[in-house]
Each structure stands twice: as C-alpha cells, then as structure tokens.
C-alpha cells in the first residue's frame, strides 16, 4: 500500500471528521484512492509541463494529492441556514486537463472570456449541481496558479480568491467544503444584498464548527468574516 503524503493525510482526516461527527449527514464520500500514475510526483510535473507548456513552481509539490477523487456532499442536522456543503478534488494531472464548462461566454466582456479559458477546475460540485467551481488560473509565465472562484449566480467573470493551491487545500480541510466557503478569500461584502444570506451561513458555520472540531483553528476564518461583514 503507498503512504500518504501529509497533503493527502489532512483530506483523509477531513473525510473522518465529516463521518464521525454526529452533527453531519454525508453523502456520496469517496475518500480518496492513489492513482498509481501519479507516485512519482517528479514525473507527474515534468508530464504537466509537456502537456501544457507550464513549468510550474515546485513548491506545490508539498501539496500534490495524488487521489483519482476526494469528495463528499453533506448538510448539517439541526442548522438554522440549512447548512450544507460538497467538495470534489483530484490530482493536478487531472485538473489542468479539464477545462472550464460551458457557459454564457457571450455575457462577458473579452477580458473575462480570455480569463475563463485559462480556467481548470480544481474543486466544484458533481453532486449537487450548484454550478459553482474553483479554479486554478493556468498560464505560461504563472508558475504558481492563480485561484479564481467562479459562481454564476454573482458574477459571470470570477473572483480572485486570496490563496495558493496548496493554501486553498488548507482552507478546504478547515471549512469541509462548505457551501461559499471560497468567498471568505474574496474581495466581496457580506452586507451587500446578494451576500447577506450567504454570510448568515457562514457566520453559523463560522460558530459551529470550532465546537465540533476543537483541533482546529478558526481565527483566521473568523477575522476573514468580520472584515466583510
């Protein structure tokens, strides 16, 4: 059996969190399974390389999660927002293969169609169908990723999310894949009126979980929700 690196530990323990804690109801969890293409992390970057022309940092190798799948849907038991969540996540062979859905590209002005072509998605929801996904910005002269959030239900264009890949994979493990989550490492406002429930949901998240998982720390997420709000 191959070891886990610690970026693939942390997704498992996450997996283990939603499970055990009573509070949750999981849904459709696959825990993640090595692909054996992908044991030599070396080789797996030299090959993203020739595929795409993109040398990229090699400090996201420190978080390269080999899983052909890491994912779980879920909602909370008992939440006053109807609290909820998915994640889905795979390996960056597989992330810079796949390129953005379809959509109504004809809305966006040129900038925003050139940017969503660069767009690979690095976690979204199959489950649920929300349509929303989070993206690693690929290009040539970037070696470390940009991570744009993309929800049409705000913006056809996509936020700039404040993180790295392997940071946003830090915040995943923290926030279980919670529903907006992303937004917390965008430069939007809570008040505003196509947020205010969205920040109800995350405050509610934001007092829960540190109950649930004490091993965790949420002061930066909580000063992240006090800045928009």
């Given amino acids: 059996m191959t070891d886990l690196n610690p ?9 283990s969190e939603l499970r055990e804690a009573s509070a949750f109801e999981v849904y459709d969890a696959l ?3 090595v692909d054996p293409a992908c044991e030599d992390i070396d080789a797996a970057f030299a090959a993203i390389t020739a595929s795409t022309g993109v040398s990229l940092d090699s400090a996201l190798k ?8 890491c994912s779980a849907s879920w909602s909370l038991e008992d939440s006053e927002n109807g609290l909820s969540g998915e994640f889905c996540v795979a390996h960056l062979p597989a992330v810079v293969a796949t390129e953005a859905p379809p959509t ?12 969503y072509a660069e767009f690979r998605v690095l976690d979204d929801h199959p489950v649920s169908g929300t349509g929303a996904f989070a993206a690693l910005r690929l290009t040539p002269d970037t070696p470390t990723p940009e991570i744009w959030y993309h929800d049409f239900h705000y913006n056809l264009g996509g936020f700039r999310m404040a993180l790295d890949p392997c940071r946003y994979l830090d915040a995943l493990t923290l926030t279980k894949g919670t529903f907006g989550w992303q937004f917390l490492f965008c430069d939007v406002s809570f008040a505003d009126d196509d947020f205010l429930g969205l920040g109800d949901e995350l405050g509610e998240m934001l007092d829960v979980f540190p109950r649930l ?13 006090r800045e928009r709000t």
């Fill in 7 to 15: 970026a693939e530990r942390r997704l498992r323990l996450m997996m």
């Fill in 31 to 33: 825990p993640g399974v």
């Fill in 62 to 69: 420190d978080c390269f999660v080999r899983f052909e799948q």
């Fill in 104 to 115: 109504a590209t004809e809305l966006m002005t040129h900038d925003e169609r050139r940017r």
């Fill in 213 to 225: 998982f004490p091993d965790h720390d949420y002061t930066d997420l909580q000063a992240r929700l």
